[in-house]
């Protein structure tokens, strides 16, 4: 037997977020400008929409859109050659990268690659990641040259990382997407999602900042007035509900809310305070590291991100404390909470965990 969840997501009474119908319309023909959320969170929403960095030395894209194009392995091509059952194409298309082994070690592989509705150069593309293939394949001496296209045609047959070695001839090995204008071949493909899809997450996530019960007073203390605060909330509470995108009962199944409709971490499960979008994290002395932008709150990917099954999804993204979101990594919250009561009855001594002994002050 469950109790119906509550919201403290509910519309301030008076306040008409859409006109709807005729009358509507005519009594308030204007409606009033949404404010804007406060800088910090506004970013951090934005941001959900985009994939994680990386350095030039690698094959993806630092922090774009997760609608770019996609890099899947040829491996993977089976489970990956559709995003989803919704969408049969990736908005900006995709790549396929194949080894120089799989490459080179079919017996046929330009039918093997058109039998997958492949092919080298159109939408495919050797990829050297190590120096033993680079030697036995050498692209140079095939005449083959680097892409230089996300898009069909590719403009190459292949692309290069590889990274350098101590010994004389170790250089590092990059080519193909190396320039400013074009740097990264594309995305991890489990990192894709559409733009209307992208769209949703964010106004769901923002609905979660919302839900965080002392959001209004640090929504004010960050910049916003009191009334803006209700009118932006009861705008998002009004989108998400057109959108089905604010079922109490989902959003408590997947652990962002509790059954007082508040915000909680998807881990450890407390409430979370919106203070923790505004505040850099607490950092160890000795231990500083020099990155401002890292807040106690982070996105949590509730199943996390794999091969073969789009997770950027709502109802699949909360925020949580970055500590637990760091525990949980790609394991998997359920089994990280099984690992964790592991470890814990492994250091019981009779039944207590060991206290701390030695107070070095
Ligand atoms: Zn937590």
């Known amino acids: 037997m469950t109790t119906k969840p509550t919201s403290n997501l509910s519309l301030p009474s ?4 859409k006109s709807k119908g005729k009358a509507a319309r005519s009594a308030t023909p204007k409606t009033p400008k949404i404010p804007n959320l406060p800088k910090l969170i506004k970013d951090k929403i934005y941001k ?9 030395d690698v094959i993806y894209q630092n922090r774009v859109g997760r609608n770019s194009t996609v890099l ?12 989803s059952e919704a969408n049969s194409e990736y908005e900006n298309s995709y790549i396929v990268l194949i080894s120089p082994e799989e490459y080179f070690g079919a017996d046929n592989i330009e039918a093997e690659l058109k039998s997958n509705g492949l092919a080298l150069g159109v939408n495919t593309l050797v990829f050297y990641e190590t120096r033993a293939q680079w030697n036995a394949h050498n692209p140079d001496s095939l005449g083959w040259v680097k892409a230089t296209r996300r ?3 590719l403009g190459g047959n292949f692309v290069a990382r590889i990274s350098a070695t101590t010994s004389e001839s170790g250089g590092k090995i990059n080519h193909g997407f190396t320039t400013t204008a074009m740097k990264g071949a594309g995305i991890r493909v489990y990192e894709y999602a559409d733009t209307a899809t992208i769209a949703k997450c964010r106004l769901q996530l923002e609905a979660l900042f919302w839900s965080c019960a002392d959001s209004h007073e640090v929504a004010i203390s960050n910049g916003m007035t009191g009334e803006e605060a209700v009118l932006r909330k009861a705008d998002n509470l009004q ?9 109490l ?16 971490c998807p881990l450890c499960i407390s409430e979370l305070s919106s203070q923790g979008f505004f505040s850099r994290l607490d950092q160890a002395e000795g231990r500083i590291v020099h990155d401002l932008t890292v807040t106690q709150l982070n996105l949590f990917h509730i199943r996390e991100l794999r091969f073969g099954g789009l997770n950027h999804l709502p109802y699949n993204l909360g925020w ?5 979101n760091v525990v949980v990594k790609d394991s998997g919250i359920i089994e990280t909470l099984h690992w964790m009561k592991e470890v814990v009855e492994r250091n019981l001594i009779d039944g207590q965990l060991p206290m701390v002994s030695n107070n070095v002050s």
């Not at 959900?48 to 030039?56: F, I, K, P, S, V």
Request: a negative charge; charged letters at 20%; one cysteine or more.
């Open 48 to 56: 959900t929409g985009q994939t994680r960095g990386a350095d030039d």
């Open 14 to 17: 008076g306040s008409t977020p």
């Open 239 to 247: 989108k998400c509900q057109d959108q089905n995108l604010f079922d």
């Open 320 to 324: 949580g404390h970055h500590h637990c």
């Open 249 to 264: 009962a989902q959003l408590i199944e997947a652990r962002m809310l509790n059954a007082a409709g508040n915000t909680v």
């Open 151 to 153: 898009r069909d045609p």
């Open 72 to 83: 899947i392995p040829y491996a993977m091509w089976e489970k990956c050659c559709v995003p």
